[in-house]
């Protein structure tokens, strides 16, 4: 190198500063760019977990209650039907109680009479012992 370069060092001409500084911007633009592109994405991705898990969800609740409908369903039935059951059965006893007293009044008409008298005699003095109790006031 010759001794004026050396003592005049080159300055930067105006054209190679404005060029970096414009290739800096843009480095940065593309940078900024794909930052906003990742961004994007990543919360595009989690609004379709969201969603995911919100379908997910929705069809569990569904099942759930459409499980808990049929077991009401069930219940309801065997209920009904052991209450259909029962019934059945207290008119079966209901008639055979009603059939042996029946028979009973035919076999042993007098004691049938003493027997009716005797209860209605019973509830006459229960009667008239709770009617007393409740006119003195205890």
Not at 117 to 132: D, E, I, Q, T, W
Request: proline residues 3%; neutral net charge; glycine residues 10%.
């Amino acid at each position: 190198m010759s001794g004026p370069a050396l003592l005049h060092p080159r300055k930067p001409d105006m054209n190679t500063t404005v060029q970096n500084l414009g290739d800096e911007a843009s480095n940065l633009a593309q940078s900024a760019a794909i930052g906003a592109e990742h961004a994007i994405r990543s919360t595009q991705h989690m609004a379709q977990q969201g969603l995911d898990g919100l379908g997910n969800a929705r069809a569990q609740t569904g099942a759930a209650l459409q499980q808990l409908a049929h077991d009401t369903s069930t219940l309801t039935h065997r209920g009904m039907d052991a209450l259909r059951d029962s019934g059945q059965q207290l008119r079966e006893k209901s008639s055979h109680a009603r059939q042996a007293t029946a028979d009973y009044i035919q076999h042993e008409p007098i004691k049938s009479v003493l027997i009716a008298a005797a209860v209605g005699a019973g509830l006459m003095g229960l009667l008239a012992l709770f009617s007393r109790h409740r006119g003195n006031g205890h």
